[in-house]
């Protein structure tokens, strides 16, 4: 059992910079791959980032490629998502995932073992 507890969240204006993190709960962190989904109000969730159990292997949505970046850090059991140039489209409920089947399969089917509660981001333009 993994609990995943976001935070970083808020309001800014367009163009500028939030950093998300994710605590997880557990001895099995560093065997889980992680990723960060968010939902905008009428639409489905979608995948924005993933990253494989060791750091090594990172994916990321086109629509965010070149502005956000993922990470984690094992010793802290905690997943990173850095937002720059932030457009008033990213604005959403941003979700951390746990998935134990490994990064490539979170990205490909993007339904994981775990849910965080989420987390407002609220761009302003």
């Known amino acids: 059992q993994v609990q995943l507890v976001e935070s970083g969240g808020g309001l800014v204006q367009a163009g500028g910079s939030l950093r998300l993190s994710c605590a997880a709960s557990?001895?099995?962190?560093?065997?889980?791959?992680m990723g960060w989904f968010r939902q905008a109000p009428g639409k489905e969730r979608e995948l924005v980032a993933a990253?494989?159990?060791?750091?090594?292997?990172?994916y990321s949505a086109d629509s965010v490629k070149g502005r956000f970046t993922i990470s984690r850090d094992n010793a802290k059991n905690t997943v990173y998502l850095q937002m720059n140039s932030l457009k008033p489209e990213d604005t959403a409920v941003y979700y951390c995932?746990?998935?134990?089947?490994?990064?490539?399969?979170?990205?490909?089917?993007?339904?994981?073992?775990?849910w965080g509660q989420g987390t407002q981001v609220t761009v302003s333009s």
């Open positions: 995932a746990a998935d134990q089947r490994g990064v490539n399969t979170l990205v490909r089917v993007a339904t994981p073992h775990y």
């Open positions: 557990g001895r099995t962190f560093s065997t889980y791959a």
């Open positions: 990253i494989s159990w060791s750091g090594g292997s990172t």
